[in-house]
């Protein structure tokens, strides 16, 4: 609720803060108004009563029941009129805290990322951005006006008929919330055991449907079915023993407040039959129990969602509690490029405690160097990327740009100097123009055309029949390895940073396109610092030097003909490759 109250009462937004007030003063209203019409009732009901010698009049019975529906009326018009007011503060509230979430999670480290479930997390802010509305609207709307109708109502028995009634109200509702808190709590165990399974049902299909590819690959539907069907089956059994105690609850609910009711009317018939009230009494009570009793039956409801409101919303909250594992310095200022010298010096990093993945990692890449490494799988090349990206902070040693230390610069400057063109291309489920384009928002039509001339697929795009407008689906699926991968060749062109990170970025090319494209990476590379992390060895030959890793040190460095005269690991890999290459012409 702390989170909450600063997105209802905002401070920079003043007229916020009146629609507020407001709501609340026609929130008073409404229930003035609501009670008025059983009284108005309860007056038209004597005046009809043969037995009362002061029969009101005709006209004034008329105008009491036309006061009647007036009074209805304006009980349903009046809490409109409190949605009109507060309905821009509630969708306010939800786009705000939507938004603070969504740039938490992009704040987040890319371990965090790789760690969770992308189903099971949007199903978290989803269910969390959906309670804030009903919180604000029951919370605000329906138990504390129930409460303040319930004094109101108190009074109104204490003056106008005794206050024994006022007693008998208090107590039902008293007993009614003690039994429905006690009760919701006893459900909450349900509840959350259907949510825990209805996240996994959701995540098992979101994952089994990003991976459609994958499971045709395997002829895998039935499993992938079969394991969904058993996630529903255990959300359907958790769902049915919730259901099964709302059941038990509602009886409960009605059993307290129609005790209540009838309490109030046993005493009030006898007070009539004595002729201690008249007969018109029985309408007014009985209408103004009821009257409370509509709420109250929500209140079990809403607390019970409330309740549930909160835990979702608690699961979404909890997120933004989770700190950045790399953050910008207090004193972070803006990395300034001259040159790009890039330097590792004394590079030691792991990602968990006992797995240590770069051991004394030394080298340096000269301004507008093309800089190639290369090992076997798991060698380390990706994660040296990945430490000057700065998705994961060092654990000793230190890595430079220009002389800056990039832990004391800002994120965002040391990002937009580098470009990324990485192995497995993952594209935007929108427009080739707009993926492109995404380097460089704003962007105009003739400079992503000029990036995808240089990417080698402008060509390829103008022959379609939407040609830039053309949606590539799900994570770029309907376009092949190649196309995507030139098409991320295009969008980091298009970025024009200073320097370039290759990450077996024509892997997925045939042998003709590869040589377009290394000829056009060439040309972008001129005047950048690159570092080409490379398993094809005949696409570095022309690096300044070559960096050959194992097991996360550099074990040889140079050109490719020092490397191959050295006869070393380099060359051994080389020759391998020359062989298989043979072997498969």
């Avoid at 008293?174 to 049902?201: G, H, P």
């Amino acid at each position: 609720m702390r989170a909450l109250l600063p997105h209802l009462w905002p401070k920079d937004k003043p007229s916020y803060k009146l629609r507020v007030i407001a709501a609340f003063i026609v929130i008073l209203l409404g229930q003035v108004v609501s009670l008025g019409a059983p009284i108005l009732l309860e007056e038209v009901v004597n005046g009809l009563d043969q037995s009362n010698p002061a029969v009101i009049a005709v006209a004034t019975i008329t105008s009491l029941v036309v006061g009647y529906g007036i009074f209805r009326l304006l009980s349903v018009a009046v809490p409109q009129l409190r949605e009109f007011l507060f309905a821009r503060v509630g969708q306010n509230a939800q786009r705000e805290v939507a938004i603070d979430v969504f740039r938490h999670l992009h704040a987040l480290s890319l371990r965090f990322h790789l760690e969770r479930r992308t189903g099971g997390l949007s199903r978290i802010i989803e269910r969390g951005i959906r309670s804030i509305d009903f919180l604000f609207r029951f919370l605000l709307f329906n138990i504390i006006p129930t409460f303040i109708q319930l004094g109101i109502i108190a009074v109104l028995f204490s003056i106008r008929y005794d206050p024994v009634y006022a007693v008998i109200a208090a107590v039902t509702v008293i007993v009614y919330v003690w039994f429905t808190v006690a009760s919701t709590e006893w459900r909450l165990k349900f509840r959350r055991e259907m949510n825990q399974q209805d996240t996994e049902a959701n995540t098992r299909a979101v994952d089994s449907l990003l991976n459609y590819e994958t499971v045709k690959y395997f002829n895998n539907e039935r499993w992938e079915a079969d394991r969904y069907n058993d996630a529903m089956a255990k959300y359907q059994e958790a769902a049915i023993r919730s259901n099964n105690s709302l059941a038990i609850v509602n009886i409960g609910q009605s059993l307290i407040f129609n005790a209540g009711i009838v309490a109030i009317l046993i005493l009030a018939t006898r007070a009539i039959a004595a002729g201690e009230m008249e007969v018109g009494v029985i309408t007014g009570i009985s209408l103004i129990m009821m009257q409370l009793y509509q709420p109250l039956n929500i209140l079990g409801f809403a607390y019970r969602e409330i309740k549930q409101s909160m835990i979702d919303m608690e699961k979404m909250f909890s997120l933004q509690k989770v700190e950045p594992e790399v953050e910008d310095r207090p004193d972070a200022r803006p990395l300034a490029v001259d040159g790009a010298a890039i330097v590792f010096d004394n590079v030691h990093f792991r990602y968990e405690e006992d797995r240590p993945i770069l051991k004394g990692v030394s080298f340096a890449a000269q301004p507008g160097e093309k800089i190639a490494i290369v090992g076997h799988s798991g060698a380390g090349k990706s994660t040296i990327s990945r430490i000057l990206y700065r998705f994961y902070d060092i654990d000793e040693g230190s890595v430079t740009i220009d002389g800056q230390d990039i832990r004391e610069v800002t994120q965002d400057s040391l990002r937009a100097a580098i470009g990324m063109v990485p192995q497995d291309t993952v594209l935007f489920n929108e427009t080739i123009g707009y993926n492109i384009a995404y380097a460089r928002p704003g962007a105009t039509q003739t400079q992503i055309e000029q990036a995808a001339q240089m990417a080698q697929i402008h060509d390829f795009v103008a022959g379609l029949p939407k040609g830039y407008d053309t949606v590539v689906g799900e994570r770029g699926l309907k376009l092949s390895g190649g196309e995507k991968q030139r098409v991320a060749i295009a969008r980091t062109i298009l970025k024009n940073p200073p320097i370039l990170i290759l990450d077996e970025a024509t892997s997925a090319l045939d042998s003709v396109t590869e040589q377009g494209i290394q000829t056009a990476l060439r040309n972008v590379a001129e005047s950048r610092t690159t570092l080409v992390i490379a398993h094809r060895l005949s696409t570095i030959i022309d690096a300044d030097r070559i960096l050959v890793m194992d097991d996360g040190k550099i074990i040889e460095q140079g050109t490719h003909a020092e490397l191959l005269t050295k006869g070393g690991d380099y060359a051994e890999l080389w020759q391998r490759q020359q062989e298989d290459r043979q072997a498969a012409e």
